[in-house]
């Protein structure tokens, strides 16, 4: 089991230059998931994706699995928040991060959603089928680079080295999700895990033959999220379940598996627990802090570091500093 991730608010990520290493601060407070406590199943459940509006599709479906409510997965409504979520990044945050203006007229179609294809061609090319690229077929996309986004990519593999902010743990699991939400189970006992979009991803051809070549490197790491955010475009598939003990729920969110659990007492919830991706992912000593610790903290972690940060995509805000008062903190 481990800390209820809605405890964490912010984290700080410092770049501390005398030590030559980045140092990591946490920011806690009120559990958020208490405003659920007290209620009857009917009424958390209609809570929940309320207070946890984020990935508001997906906390409805975990929500309601773990109060034992009828749940229909919203498909479609996930793979919006999907999209969505991915695309904001793409087209806004990594431009920035290259001192590149944002991709305007493909944030004007996500505004205005209409046809799917017309976004995935704004984000890739037309009739560019990304996740079963070879490796020579990425290669001539990116010399191509119709699109911004393909350009930025472009930039990021011609220029980053594989080595800067690679790391990698195991692949979070529905059975270490539920381990973890288990108050019977010993603390930490399902170790670190990652969860993101790489792990949806991992299995289609150019991922997978990016992995055997290079592992998780940030240019591997910022794909997944163009391939993952194509394969939510396209018409919604069954979403995935799990054979759970009652009182537990999992959904695919957007960044990551998402995990409810619920004690009830008297038809009423007694106790509630949720496990975001970043419970995971920004745990320490986890995914974040390794990607981290190897980036070179020299001038270019400026233009890399919100990258690094994006390609793992926290729940939660981040702020970053390069303060020179930093080195002397």
């Known amino acids: 089991m481990i800390h209820a991730p809605a405890t964490l608010r912010r984290l700080t990520i410092a770049l501390d230059g005398r030590a030559g290493m980045w140092r990591f601060g946490r920011e806690t407070g009120p559990d958020p998931a208490q405003a659920l406590v007290g209620r009857t199943p009917d009424e958390a459940a209609r809570l929940a994706p309320?207070?946890?509006?984020?990935?508001?599709?997906?906390?409805?479906?975990?929500?309601?699995?773990?109060l034992g409510l009828p749940a229909a997965a919203d498909g479609a409504a996930m793979a919006r928040e999907t999209v969505r979520d991915h695309a904001l990044a793409m087209l806004?945050?990594?431009?920035?991060?290259?001192?590149e203006a944002p991709d305007r007229a493909a944030?004007?179609?996500?505004?205005?959603?209409?046809?799917p294809e017309?976004?995935?061609?704004?984000?890739?090319g037309e009739g560019a089928d990304l996740s079963s690229f070879s490796r020579a077929e990425l290669d001539s996309w990116l010399r191509e680079a119709t699109t911004p986004t393909a350009r930025l990519l472009a930039h990021m593999r011609r220029e980053v080295d594989p080595a800067e902010g690679r790391a990698g743990l195991p692949e979070l699991t529905a059975q270490d999700v539920a381990a973890a939400l288990d108050p019977a189970r010993t603390p930490g006992a399902e170790g670190l895990r990652e969860t993101s979009a790489l792990?949806?991803?991992?299995?289609?051809?150019?991922?997978?033959?990016?992995?055997?070549?290079?592992?998780?490197?940030?240019?591997?790491?910022?794909?997944?999220?163009?391939?993952?955010?194509l394969a939510a475009l396209k018409p919604a598939s069954a979403v995935p379940t799990y054979d759970l003990p009652a009182g537990f729920g999992i959904a695919p969110a957007a960044r990551g598996l998402l995990g409810h659990g619920v004690r009830l007492e008297a038809g009423r919830v007694a106790a509630y627990r949720i496990l975001s991706p970043s419970a995971w992912n920004l745990a320490p000593g986890?995914?974040?802090?390794r990607a981290f610790a190897a980036l070179t903290p020299d001038p270019t972690a400026r233009r890399l570091a919100p990258l690094l940060v994006s390609a793992i995509n926290p729940c939660v805000p981040v702020t970053l500093s390069y303060a020179e008062e930093a080195a002397h903190a």
């Open 50 to 66: 309320l207070v946890f509006n984020l990935c508001g599709a997906a906390h409805g479906f975990a929500a309601a699995t773990a």
């Open 107 to 115: 944030l004007g179609l996500l505004a205005r959603p209409g046809r």
């Open 118 to 124: 017309d976004f995935a061609a704004a984000l890739v």
């Open 286 to 289: 986890g995914l974040l802090e």
């Open 199 to 229: 792990g949806r991803v991992a299995h289609t051809p150019l991922v997978s033959a990016l992995l055997a070549g290079e592992g998780p490197s940030l240019f591997v790491r910022l794909l997944a999220r163009l391939v993952d955010c």
């Open 92 to 99: 806004h945050t990594w431009p920035q991060a290259l001192g």
